[in-house]
């Protein structure tokens, strides 16, 4: 019962550095997600996408790019960090059913950039 | 634009107390909406969804309309009740939740 994987679960970087965060999903599920989670902020979306080969900006998709080539993974990469990209990340899935509503998170990944 | 507005960021109250987290979402369609808490040190998982009208844990959340209100209610609440919780928004075809910027609810002893 693996749902949404995530990792790393921690990690530091310094400006400037590149990385990517994997997010693999056993669900099958068609619809995938990727959220930052800032105090005081809420969880804001970043990128999703809505099955293989399909990506579509959220509402801050500055400084991240995304890549979906298969239905299980959807990798966040970041490409030159900043400290401004100091978060916790969040990977989710749901199914493209009518009607559905649980949205499956993973455990999240703290970043720091210093 | 679709918003939810949690105004709220902390909640405390002593065991036993009657509970309300605030939602207001602003909307143009039909809107569906839900509640997510986020224990500590777990992930973010659904609590409850307006469309199933259920009691989650003891709490319950009516849609209304008119207020453009989504409002999550405990009579009595547990320590075990502490946790981040947040209100969301499913806009579009594509699944996509809006959240709130959440509210700790902080339930003592």
């Known amino acids: 019962n693996a749902g949404v994987t995530q990792t790393p679960k921690f990690r530091i970087l310094k400006i400037g550095q590149s990385m990517t965060l994997q997010c693999t999903q056993d669900?099958?599920?068609?619809?995938m997600y990727w959220y930052r989670q800032d105090p005081g902020m809420g969880l804001k979306l970043i990128y999703y996408?809505?099955?293989?080969?399909?990506?579509d900006k959220g509402e801050v998709p500055n400084g991240y790019n995304v890549s979906r080539s298969t239905t299980e993974d959807f990798p966040l990469r970041l490409e030159l960090a900043a400290p401004s990209q100091t978060s916790v990340y969040f990977c989710?899935?749901?199914?493209?059913?009518?009607?559905?509503?649980?949205?499956?998170f993973g455990e999240g990944s703290r970043l720091t950039v210093l | 634009a679709q918003r939810v507005t949690q105004p709220e960021k902390l909640l405390s109250v002593f065991k036993g107390a009657p509970v309300e987290l605030k939602c207001n979402y602003s909307?143009?369609?039909?809107?569906?909406l839900f509640w997510y808490v986020q224990y500590s040190r777990q992930r973010l998982q659904l609590l409850l969804r307006h469309i199933s009208r259920e009691s989650i844990k003891g709490f319950t959340a009516d849609l209304n309309k008119g207020e453009t209100s989504f409002h999550l209610k405990k009579p009595f609440a547990q320590e075990e009740d502490s946790a981040m919780y947040y209100c969301?928004?499913?806009?579009?075809?594509?699944?996509?939740?809006?959240f709130g910027t959440g509210t700790l609810l902080a339930v003592q002893p």
């Open positions: 669900m099958n599920h068609n619809y």
């Open positions: 996408s809505v099955g293989a080969g399909i990506t």
């Open positions: 909307y143009s369609g039909s809107p569906e």
């Open positions: 989710a899935s749901i199914t493209a059913r009518e009607g559905a509503g649980e949205l499956f």
């Open positions: 969301a928004l499913k806009g579009g075809a594509t699944n996509k939740l809006i």
